[in-house]
């Protein structure tokens, strides 16, 4: 495959971004399209290599083109990766400037974006049969992977490559992806393999060439057959089981879930044997903390109760003895001890098993850690008091880092202990013990997890492949890069690392799925600290939320946010400001109203927009024949489709014009049941009831294709729900069974972005119309969801992946935690003062700018092969999501605007999306 290179001279981003901010190609037809038409030049092929900095390879082969590459050697998120390495883009009338419909390069044809207006007027959102696809492959991934998230928050490793082809797909990418593969089109030059670890004279590995991810099934296996009598541990310096390794083991064992049986022998053990290890002196003396906090884990590891397990609570065994000071015939070395800590290692795992049991840590407890905590942000590897010499040790910082990473005030030790990880390991990607010392397995596996849980996607990287470099022909571990004897305690902590888990989220019952599973201890999101994140000034402004693209609101987010605090209850202050702003035809920074995303009065009106905006008049006690100055029943009544036509947006009749998803529909039928609806609402209950398979699930998209999808069930079950007589019951009835089927061992459910917190909501919503049936699958997801939680109160995405708060997921978490359906959310605002405005208008955001630039350079013409891209400067935000133009997965970042000149009307991004976190709503 011949490869080219553009080598023009990189030009100053920030400068060229800055000189173009907002700039616009203005349509034949008066309106306006958001895009990046650059001219500044790509970072130098060279620049990236298989270790540093990404590719991206554009296929225009459907035009005649060939597939053309570019680089960014320091690419933030996928959007940016393609505008850095030379290409442009162009969204949507209709879903905004996020939405990936057209795209171009400097050395294909001029610049000439694809597909033509002839081909695709990037109006409306284009089908999934025609469309620009994402595929993803990480570095030594050897396929093509469908992107789970846009191109505004993917977050693109060193040495990733990335693909954007023109075809069709289906909602989960099993068809349509690249006919290259991701060898062909990566970096070559400089650089080692991407397996390799980051030193400049890498550490020599044990013969053999491990993967750079390990053998997680072959180290359970070897685990699994070192225990004794096939139940338990034992340790050569002292006769009878070790418990705390066995406890340890079952852990591990369960992080790999490919050892059930033995998994199974080692809980009951355990259970048997509570009594000999939590009281080593006896039922009448205080319990070992120590054993508390491992038999708790082990409980909450494998779906056990930690209040009743071995018939102990464990969980007051470690509250009822927390020191009061000094003393204890020498078990409390300072207040706050758990009663017998040796190390900060057994005060990390007290803390760890009860925010796992959903119990706040005792104050006295927490605090400890900071006399633990060293100058250099390390942890203490024994039990100091202030003033006492410090000396980080890596095993305690990675514990402490977990323990502390999601207890309220102590973030920032978490992150200046993780930090202090990271800057302790090695250029092979090891940490050592102590200074001198070989790279050592189970302190690089515990930071490997700190890694993984905080972000650290290089550092992780480089110490999984250190650690696979460790793992023997027999599937066990040596302790250190010196020794390869396989070691147990070694090979436990790299299990975990292996498998992206740690002690904070194993999660795997070796019993399977039971019809009435023993719920968690009942730990659930914290409401407050969720709607505090939502309501701080730098993400609600002036009653409204950015996100991606700044001057342009995404009403669609403000309205989920408003659904959210609607349902907890928390700020009636600032969903009141929400609501006004809405009512009230509030506008954004470039002069947008809800009526101009809801395109209502016009020939685009959605029914899912409007039907979402009247859904929320109707939960604060506001009349939705009158808010926002229309009547948005009557709006919808006018939107049921008549027939099936597709310049008008309609699939079939019953089907709102422009719902094209089962979300959007559902969302309409329900504000036109909650309004007293009966005769115009008929026809759209009976297609949204004709949508549903046999196995009681709904299909994502609007026509169907095919799919099941966790979320659009939830939704159909909320509408149908307010339906009456026994076929809409028997509906509702047969979409439950089939979505608490889908529920995942760690609690969650299947999305678009793989173990979903937006699903796993919605199915809470879902379920508890049936809480006497469901009562055990939803403490289990709420667990999950709490697990999701973070220090600031916003919610990850999903399980993996991407860590960080984000705005949309977390407020489908906060609203859908509560159980409350959209089809009775009651929140009446009428005793709500409203705020008085300050007189000073909000300047426009700028947290997560996006700014355009010109054409790139035109270069030969490629007739086929690899070509390589000019450039185009951007800085894009990573708080939007933006993607391709299938309507499953349209992940708009912001809702793009356009303005027809002159009239002044404007037609703007609907909500039209579906599958993936909050698109389709």
């Known amino acids: 495959m011949r490869v080219s290179s553009n080598r023009t001279r990189h030009r100053n981003r920030d400068l060229a971004s800055l000189v173009v901010a907002g700039t616009v190609a203005v349509a034949a037809c008066g309106t306006v399209l958001l895009g990046y038409p650059g001219t500044a030049s790509a970072d130098p092929i060279e620049q990236c290599t298989a270790t540093t900095g990404a590719i991206v390879a554009v296929d225009f082969t459907h035009w005649g083109g060939g597939v053309v590459r570019g680089c960014d050697a320091h690419p933030t998120t996928g959007m940016n990766l393609l505008h850095n390495a030379g290409f442009t883009t162009t969204g949507t009338e209709h879903d905004g400037p996020a939405f990936i419909c057209r795209l171009g390069t400097g050395t294909f044809n001029g610049g000439a974006q694809y597909p033509t207006p002839a081909e695709e007027p990037c109006v409306n959102t284009p089908q999934a049969t025609a469309y620009w696809s994402y595929w993803i492959a990480e570095p030594g991934q050897q396929a093509w992977s469908y992107s789970r998230f846009g191109a505004g928050t993917q977050k693109p490793k060193p040495g990733e490559v990335e693909a954007w082809v023109y075809g069709g797909t289906d909602i989960g990418g099993t068809s349509g992806a690249p006919n290259f593969t991701p060898d062909s089109v990566r970096a070559r030059n400089g650089g080692p393999s991407p397996s390799a670890s980051p030193s400049a004279t890498p550490t020599t590995s044990p013969t053999g060439s491990p993967s750079a991810t390990g053998d997680p099934a072959a180290a359970a296996a070897w685990l699994a057959g070192q225990l004794v009598g096939g139940d338990h541990m034992e340790n050569w310096a002292a006769p009878g089981p070790d418990y705390p390794r066995t406890a340890l083991t079952a852990i591990a064992l369960a992080a790999a879930g490919t050892q059930d049986p033995a998994l199974r022998k080692v809980v009951a053990f355990l259970d048997a044997h509570t009594d000999a290890f939590l009281h080593p002196d006896g039922p009448a003396g205080a319990p070992d903390t120590r054993a508390a906090a491992l038999l708790a884990l082990v409980a909450e590891s494998t779906g056990r109760d930690p209040r009743a397990f071995g018939g102990r609570d464990l969980v007051a065994a470690l509250t009822d003895h927390v020191c009061t000071g000094a003393g204890e015939n020498g078990r409390c070395t300072a207040a706050g001890d758990f009663l017998g800590a040796s190390s900060p290692w057994v005060q990390s795992l007290g803390v760890i098993a009860l925010q796992r049991a959903g119990v706040t840590p005792p104050a006295p407890a927490l605090a400890r850690f900071a006399a633990f905590q060293c100058a250099d942000g390390g942890m203490a590897g024994s039990m100091i008091v202030a003033g006492d010499h410090c000396e980080s040790d890596p095993s305690a910082t990675a514990i402490a880092a977990l323990a502390l990473r999601t207890a309220p005030g102590y973030e920032a030790a978490a992150r200046k202990a ?106 659930k999101p914290d409401a407050a600290r969720g709607s505090a994140y939502l309501t701080d000034p730098s993400r609600l402004i002036d009653g409204h939320y950015y996100e991606g693209f700044p001057a342009f609101a995404d009403f669609g987010l403000t309205i989920d946010g408003a659904y959210a605090l609607a349902a907890t209850g928390t700020d009636d202050a600032a969903l009141r400001r929400i609501v006004d702003f809405l009512d009230q035809q509030g506008k954004d920074a470039s002069e947008r109203t809800v009526n101009d995303w809801t395109a209502i009065g016009t020939e685009y009106a959605g029914g899912g927009s409007i039907g979402k905006e009247a859904l929320l008049a109707e939960a604060v006690g506001r009349n939705p024949r009158d808010f926002g100055g229309h009547d948005l029943i009557a709006a919808l009544a006018a939107l049921v489709c008549a027939k099936a036509e597709a310049n008008t947006g309609c699939a079939a009749p019953g ?112 379920m508890t119309l049936r809480q006497a049936a469901y009562g055990g699958q939803i403490a289990k997801a709420l667990d999950f969801l709490a697990g999701q939680q973070n220090g600031d109160g916003g919610f990850n995405v999903a399980a993996a992946g991407q860590r960080g708060s984000d705005v949309r997921a977390s407020t489908q978490v906060l609203g859908g935690a509560t159980g409350i359906s959209f089809g009775t959310l009651s929140r009446d605002l009428a005793g709500t003062p409203t705020p008085t405005p300050t007189g000073t208008p909000t300047a426009t955001p700028t947290g997560t700018p996006t700014t355009t630039a010109a054409a790139p350079a035109t270069d030969t013409p490629s007739s086929g092969g690899v070509a390589e891209a000019g450039g185009v400067p951007v800085r894009t935000g990573s708080g939007g999501l933006a993607s391709t133009g299938s309507q499953a997965l349209a992940l708009t970042a912001g809702a793009g605007a356009l303005t027809a000149l002159g009239a002044g009307a404007v037609l703007v991004a609907r909500r039209r999306t579906a599958a993936a976190p909050g698109r389709h709503r």
Not at 427 to 450: E, K, M, N
Not at 452 to 467: C, E, I, N
Not at 662 to 678: I, P
């Open 655 to 766: 089907n709102y014009a422009y719902a094209t998803s089962v979300f959007s529909q559902a969302l309409a039928v329900m504000a036109q049941l909650r309004a007293g609806e009966s005769t115009s609402v008929a026809p759209a209950i009976a297609y949204l009831k004709g949508l549903q398979h046999p196995d009681g699930s709904w299909p994502s998209l609007i026509p169907a294709t095919g799919d099941s999808d966790v979320d659009s069930t939830a939704m159909a079950v909320m509408a149908l729900a307010l339906v009456p007589g026994d076929e809409a019951a028997q509906a509702v009835d047969q979409g439950l069974g089939w979505l608490a089927a889908r529920q995942l061992p760690d609690g969650g459910f299947p999305g678009a972005s793989g173990d979903s917190t937006n699903s796993a909501a919605l199915a809470v919503q879902g």
């Open 418 to 523: 993780a930090d202090q990880l990271a800057a302790s390991q090695q250029s092979d990607g090891s940490l050592l013990p102590y200074p001198g010392a070989p790279g050592d397995t189970t302190s690089t596996a515990i930071a490997a997890q700190v890694f993984r849980a905080t972000g650290q996607d290089a550092h992780r990287a480089a110490a999984t492949a250190w650690l696979a470099a460790r793992q023997g022909k027999d599937g066990g571990f040596g302790p250190d890069e010196s020794t390869t004897d396989p070691d147990a305690v070694a090979t436990e902590q790299a299990l975990l690392a292996l498998t992206g888990t740690d002690l904070t989220t194993v999660r795997h019952n070796p019993d399977g799925p039971t019809t009435t599973p023993t719920p968690p201890a009942g730990r």
